[in-house]
């Protein structure tokens, strides 16, 4: 049974940072993409960023290039998210999601993780 666990949420002021981890069990990770979405309440499900299987190629949304970094590590079958110079905005239910091919596209994601809180607030 495949599943992918998101940790490393929490409360953080603007201007701070969180690593975001997503743990997958049941499958191998080295030939998926993996994506990271988020979504605030009320709002919709939006692409934060993607790396590929092997991790050459990493794509980011616009909102968050330069603030965040995405990267993998293999062997632990665990992907990152590295949030820096956080902002209110950020705040939203982020979600890790397996797929064959690197982009934002939610639906060409087939597991998701169950979501981890980030909330940006002074």
């Known amino acids: 049974q495949v599943q992918l666990v998101e940790s490393g949420g929490g409360l953080v002021q603007p201007g701070g940072s969180l690593r975001l981890s997503c743990a997958a069990s049941g499958t191998t990770l080295d030939y998926y993409a993996i994506g990271w979405f988020r979504q605030a309440p009320g709002k919709e499900r939006e692409g934060v960023s993607c790396i590929s299987s092997s991790g050459g190629f990493r794509y980011y949304a616009d909102s968050v290039k330069g603030r965040f970094t995405i990267s993998r590590d293999n062997a632990k079958n665990t992907v990152y998210l590295q949030m820096n110079s956080l902002k209110p905005e950020d705040t939203a239910v982020y979600y890790c999601?397996?797929?064959?091919?690197?982009?934002?596209?939610?639906?060409?994601?087939?597991?998701w993780g169950q979501g981890t809180q980030v909330t940006v607030s002074s």
């Open positions: 999601a397996r797929g064959k091919l690197p982009n934002l596209r939610w639906a060409d994601y087939d597991y």
